[in-house]
């Protein structure tokens, strides 16, 4: 059976309105602004985006006084789903999001029929698999579950991971869509936990392993560098596939603040400050 991106958003969804208390998604509505200062014509002018907390709103934060200088107050909203971010970009509520990576972006545009697009690729979050109950991948044995996450783009990330590492091997032609149902030999009878991405590190002491991409395996206090097991590499087609993207709707493209704002985190500046909180958690695109 494959996974619609529609059951992945409505599960994503519930977890979010039973952690927050409302249905759709928005967490506590957390919104900054860059303060004081000016650029050289006295005027400044509102930008917004919505973002999810790490590492998309801690790299906006560090963009913000650049922004500032170009003329621009970046006014930025935290979600910890992802469906808000893109309701809201496509609603005209703001500006442009920062969350997500194009195949998924591409994906929901296809399957809620949104009209989004991508205005610079920022950075690549490699997925990584961590450990659960056991520390190395020689210890995996059969019958154990790996928790992967449930939306497509994203298992399909995670089972070509684990195919890489010979878990597992995956029917001919099964790519950027696969599910656990395109698996053609499974020689250690794993067993797979599908949850929404936000839920797989909460489960890691029942599962011997979990995938996890770059953000959630940040909040969950693991290092790419350190703890993961194994994780895609800078050259995969996923590095080319799943690049994190500031996306507007269709028709805000030349808007100028968001183009400075995309000048701003492909700069130096930007990468160098990426490079060096995140560990190879996070890695700057070209």
């Known amino acids: 059976m494959k996974k619609k991106l529609l059951v992945g958003l409505a599960v994503a969804a519930l977890v979010v309105g039973s952690l927050v208390g ?13 303060a ?28 913000k006084k650049a922004l500032l200088e170009k003329g621009y107050d970046l006014e930025i909203t935290t979600f910890d789903d992802y469906v808000k971010p893109n309701q809201v970009v496509e609603d005209g509520e703001m500006d442009a999001n920062y969350f997500q990576h194009i195949t998924y972006m591409n994906q929901f545009n296809e399957e ?17 698999i961590y450990p659960g109950k056991k520390a190395s991948l020689d210890e995996v044995a059969d019958g154990d579950t790996i928790a992967i996450p449930n939306d497509t783009t994203n298992e399909a990330r995670a089972l070509l991971l684990l195919q890489d590492n010979g878990f597992l091997k995956l029917k001919d032609g099964a790519g950027l869509t ?3 149902n395109d698996i053609a030999e499974n020689p250690k009878n794993l067993k797979f936990e599908e949850l929404e991405a936000a839920q797989i590190a909460r489960v890691k002491d029942e599962v011997a392993f979990v995938v996890l991409n770059g953000n959630f395996a940040l909040q969950a206090g693991f290092s790419v560098g350190k703890d993961s097991l194994a994780y895609e590499k800078s050259d995969s087609d996923a590095a080319k596939s799943y690049a994190n993207v500031i996306a507007v709707k269709e028709g805000n493209e030349n808007n100028e603040g968001i ?14 400050f990426i490079e ?3 560990d190879g958690a996070v890695i700057p695109s070209n």
């Open 112 to 128: 809620q029929k949104t009209h989004l697009v991508n205005v610079g690729e920022i950075h690549y979050e490699p997925f990584g």
């Open 259 to 272: 183009k400075a704002l995309v000048e701003v985190l492909k700069s130096d500046e930007i990468k160098k």
């Open 36 to 63: 004081g200062g000016s650029a050289a014509s006295g005027e400044t002018k509102k930008v917004t985006i919505a973002a999810t907390a790490t590492p998309h709103a801690e790299i906006l934060e560090e963009a």
């Open 22 to 34: 409302c249905s759709g998604g928005k967490t506590d509505s957390k919104t900054t602004t860059a």
């Open 276 to 278: 060096e909180k995140y």
């Open 178 to 180: 696969a599910t656990v």
